[in-house]
């Protein structure tokens, strides 16, 4: 996979790329072998730059509010889904789009709260959600899209840093990382947040407890 991944990264194939680092990085996980996890962060962080950059060079940002402004053919560019879509229905665009090597870059806003501020969310095994300033005149830039995506990984990192207790095992926070990876696929620092807990569980001791993790209260997720 990460021959095939390397190849891709190559010809400038940054979703097969990206695609195939995930896949690895999933089989390496089943395996224990962090050792390896930590290795393929590097070439996948590379792989979603490329994919996130393509889709910004892209003037275009597509809001979507209802099932007919997603245009039959979607291109590589930049996606905001708004209400009365929900951040699962941005997951299921984004994973349909990757499947058919489409470099979607997508980001839902949930509705305006009473302060004027857009919660925007990212879906994965966890939900992560942040409230940030909306652009001006609602309309958004690749500039908000890109500073928008970036805060979401930055809370991304703080809730998987915040979730373990303190003798938690080491092999858990990366799984609080994974958990949290579909929220933010193309964030930078979230990646290398999740190489260096690969790192910190390499040879780390196991622990025969389950890990249990709270439950998600979050009427709007799913």
């Given at each position: 996979?990460?021959?095939?991944a390397s190849v891709a ?182 990646i290398k947040a999740l190489a260096d ?26």
């Amino acid at each position: 996979m990460m021959e095939a991944a390397s190849v891709a990264l190559a010809n400038s194939s940054y979703l097969d790329a990206a695609m195939s680092c995930r896949d690895a990085l999933m089989l390496a996980r089943n395996a224990n072998d962090f050792a390896s996890m930590a290795r393929i962060c590097l070439p996948m962080l590379e792989a979603q730059r490329g994919v996130r950059l393509n889709a910004l060079e892209t003037p275009t940002i597509i809001t979507a509010t209802n099932s007919t402004d997603i245009p039959a053919d979607p291109q590589s560019c930049c996606y905001l889904f708004a209400p009365n879509f929900v951040g699962a229905d941005a997951k299921r665009f984004r994973a349909a789009a990757n499947d058919a090597g489409i470099g979607a870059f997508v980001l839902t806003r949930e509705p305006t709260t009473s302060k004027g501020r857009w919660p925007i969310v990212g879906v994965a095994d966890r939900v992560v959600r942040i409230q940030i300033d909306p652009p001006p005149n609602n309309r958004p830039t690749p500039e908000w899209f890109a500073s928008a995506a970036e805060a979401l990984g930055d809370q991304a990192i703080l809730d998987a840093q915040n979730t373990a207790a303190p003798d938690d095992p080491k092999q858990w926070i990366v799984d609080d990382f994974l958990d949290r990876l579909d929220a933010c696929p193309e964030h930078e620092k979230f990646i290398k947040a999740l190489a260096d807990a690969c790192h910190d569980a390499i040879n780390a001791p196991s622990t025969p407890r389950k890990r249990r993790r709270g439950i998600i209260d979050d009427p709007y997720s799913f």
